[in-house]
């Protein structure tokens, strides 16, 4: 049996899950419905168990954990799945929360609420801070700095953005961090 290809999401409420069932119908992927919640409501082998079930790839799964400052359950799951062997990640979305106790995680691209990739990383509105490095502050993204992900995208709060990145618009800026990974995955590939 081949890998399952995984885009690993850092957020996980009601809004973000709408977003990425909107991304997935739209790009062809899967979304596992079932890993939203704030926190994560399943441990990484029901999430793996779920990913397994999917009928394609990719399949995006997420990963919240409410504020929790430390290793919280979100990024415990997020830890299992990308690291089992029959999981292979694609990439991740680190998405920018209120979080003032964060060290952060360096992503390769950012995006900001307009779509355009930039050079700094940006808030949850998907403000760029031109201020702050390319790197991401929130409370689920520090273990994205402890497991091999080839290609992590930063943006602001997934399905919101101050709705520019609104489902009723098709989640624009989600799609697009999507897309990206895909177009680098398949560059990887070639």
């Known amino acids: 049996m081949s890998k399952r290809q995984v885009i690993l999401v850092t957020d996980g409420d009601h809004v973000a899950r709408r977003a990425l069932e ?3 119908q739209r790009l062809g992927g ?3 419905s079932r890993s939203a919640g704030n926190p994560t409501p ?3 082998s029901e999430l793996v168990s779920l990913i397994k079930q999917a009928p394609h790839d990719p399949v995006l799964v997420m990963f919240d954990d409410c504020g929790n400052g430390s290793e919280g359950q979100g990024e415990q799951a997020l830890r299992d799945v990308a690291t089992h062997p029959d999981i292979e990640v694609l990439g991740a979305i680190a998405v920018a929360s209120n979080c003032h106790h964060s ?3 360096p992503v390769h691209f950012a995006l900001d609420r ?3 990739l930039v050079g700094h990383g940006v808030d949850k509105y998907g403000k760029a801070k031109r201020d702050q490095p390319l790197r991401i502050f929130g409370d689920t993204v520090e273990i994205l700095n402890k ?7 930063g943006m602001g709060d997934v399905g919101k953005m101050k709705e520019f990145d609104d489902v009723e618009r098709g989640a624009p800026i989600t799609c697009k961090a999507i897309r990206l990974i895909l177009e680098q995955y398949g560059k990887r590939r070639s």
């Open 103 to 105: 060290k952060g995680t």
């Open 114 to 116: 307009y779509g355009n």
């Open 22 to 24: 909107v991304a997935a």
């Open 30 to 32: 899967r979304c596992i």
């Open 147 to 153: 497991i091999p992900v080839p290609l992590i995208i």
């Open 42 to 44: 399943l441990t990484g």
